[in-house]
């Protein structure tokens, strides 16, 4: 629904993909995952919701009607969004279709899916997860991946995770998501874009050669395991930007074996716990990139994930240049983290 004033418009309007005429990005208008326009107006923060009024506990109808229940398991769920970004679209397949509006713009509907990763326990915060939590949520979201990689509309799978309002989270109860899109993300093409030049030059993946240099180099390494480097990044857009790369090269996510995932669980355990302790439980954000779903073996490409504390937001040099001033060192901020442990 959307609201104009006090009336109530009965159409329900859909999520449209629209592209910016001037620099080729896409932008998802999606008006039903608001409210009204004056909602806008000072937004304040959302308040912890209580159990009883919480959409995703367990007593709610949300799980007891929406569930995908071969996708459960002891500690998680998985739903569809009631607001999805990208709507599932099984009749028809058409990932690039496109069309012009107003004999001007390019427009493609939204299609794709949209998935809600519940943790089923409301009270438990991202920084309490117990090891077997993370573990899940990443055989969960490796299940839901291969689940999209059918779906013929879909380009592009994306896991993130919103932990607090100044990242995101508009609801308390813990959850991750799964953007599943017919679009490349911008961010992603950027990544491809410059991984192929790499590549054409040099002869080798660049995350890889990333990896051995900040092995060697160990300035900015936060944590090592048997598999993956976990480091704040060169160039970092934000305080304690860091990232957990495999050693490994492979481009997708959801060929990664259940031992590596267990591993990744673990590990996240660890370096979040590290956040948690060093920034006193932190808004932050973490996402996974791979390799398009459409793309076989890719050997420019290497999957990643990037954690982002919320501890800065951007100004209107940020906003208005896309050059971002980042104002820790990612060295000083390896150090800083490397302190204390959860
Ligand atoms: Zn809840
Ligand atoms: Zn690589
Ligand atoms: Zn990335």
């Given at each position: 629904?959307?609201?104009?004033?006090?009336?109530?418009?009965t159409?329900?309007?859909?999520?449209?993909?629209?592209?910016?005429?001037?620099?080729?990005?896409?932008?998802?208008?999606?008006?039903?995952?608001?409210?009204?326009p004056?909602d806008?107006?000072?937004?304040?923060s959302?308040?912890?919701?209580?159990?009883?009024?919480?959409?995703?506990?367990?007593?709610?109808e949300?799980?007891?009607?929406?569930?995908?229940?071969?996708?459960?398991?002891?500690?998680?769920?998985?739903?569809?969004?009631?607001?999805?970004?990208?709507?599932?679209?099984?009749?028809?397949?058409?990932?690039?279709s496109?069309?012009v509006?107003?004999?001007?713009y390019?427009?493609?509907?939204?299609?794709?899916?949209h998935?809600?990763?519940?943790?089923?326990?409301?009270?438990?915060?991202?920084?309490?997860?117990?090891?077997?939590?993370?573990?899940?949520?990443?055989l969960?979201?490796?299940?839901?991946?291969?689940?999209?990689?059918?779906?013929?509309?879909?380009?592009?799978?994306?896991?993130?995770?919103?932990?607090?309002?100044?990242?995101?989270?508009?609801?308390?109860?813990?959850?991750?998501?799964?953007?599943?899109?017919?679009?490349?993300?911008?961010?992603?093409?950027?990544?491809?874009?410059?991984?192929?030049?790499?590549?054409e030059?040099?002869?080798?993946?660049?995350?890889?050669?990333?990896?051995?240099?900040?092995?060697?180099?160990?300035?900015?390494?936060v944590?090592?395991?048997?598999?993956?480097?976990?480091?704040?990044?060169?160039?970092a857009?934000?305080?304690?930007?860091?990232?957990?790369?495999?050693?490994?090269?492979?481009?997708h996510?959801?060929?990664?074996?259940?031992?590596?995932?267990?591993?990744?669980?673990?590990l996240?355990k660890?370096v979040?716990?590290?956040?948690?302790?060093?920034?006193?439980?932190?808004?932050?954000?973490?996402?996974?990139?791979?390799?398009?779903?459409?793309?076989?073996?890719?050997?420019?490409?290497?999957?990643?994930?990037?954690?982002?504390?919320?501890?800065?937001?951007?100004?209107?040099?940020?906003?208005?240049?896309?050059?971002?001033?980042?104002?820790?060192?990612?060295?000083?901020?390896?150090?800083?983290?490397?302190?204390?442990?959860?």
């Open positions: 629904m959307f609201y104009l004033g006090d009336e109530i418009a159409i329900k309007l859909m999520p449209q993909l629209r592209q910016n005429i001037i620099t080729g990005e896409w932008v998802v208008i999606a008006p039903e995952r608001a409210k009204r004056s806008f107006v000072s937004a304040e959302p308040k912890p919701s209580l159990g009883e009024n919480c959409p995703f506990c367990l007593d709610n949300l799980y007891k009607k929406e569930s995908l229940s071969e996708f459960e398991t002891k500690d998680i769920y998985v739903i569809p969004n009631s607001f999805p970004a990208f709507v599932e679209d099984p009749q028809n397949c058409s990932p690039r496109f069309k509006e107003d004999g001007f390019t427009t493609r509907p939204s299609t794709g899916g998935d809600v990763i519940i943790i089923k326990k409301h009270n438990l915060q991202i920084f309490g997860f117990a090891e077997h939590i993370w573990e899940d949520l990443f969960v979201a490796k299940r839901r991946y291969s689940y999209y990689r059918k779906d013929c509309n879909v380009r592009y799978s994306m896991l993130i995770y919103n932990q607090g309002a100044r990242a995101g989270a508009s609801i308390y109860h813990p959850h991750a998501q799964l953007m599943a899109s017919n679009i490349i993300p911008n961010q992603i093409s950027k990544e491809i874009h410059g991984s192929q030049s790499y590549f030059e040099n002869g080798t993946c660049v995350f890889c050669d990333l990896l051995a240099h900040e092995k060697k180099q160990r300035l900015r390494v944590e090592e395991t048997e598999s993956f480097l976990v480091f704040t990044f060169y160039a857009r934000f305080p304690f930007e860091t990232w957990v790369v495999p050693k490994r090269h492979s481009a996510f959801e060929q990664q074996q259940v031992s590596l995932l267990r591993e990744l669980g673990q996240m660890r979040i716990g590290k956040l948690d302790a060093n920034l006193k439980s932190p808004a932050l954000n973490f996402y996974l990139h791979d390799s398009p779903a459409t793309v076989g073996k890719a050997d420019y490409f290497h999957w990643h994930l990037e954690i982002v504390p919320r501890v800065s937001t951007y100004g209107g040099y940020e906003l208005g240049s896309g050059t971002i001033i980042d104002v820790l060192s990612p060295e000083e901020a390896a150090k800083y983290l490397r302190q204390k442990s959860a």
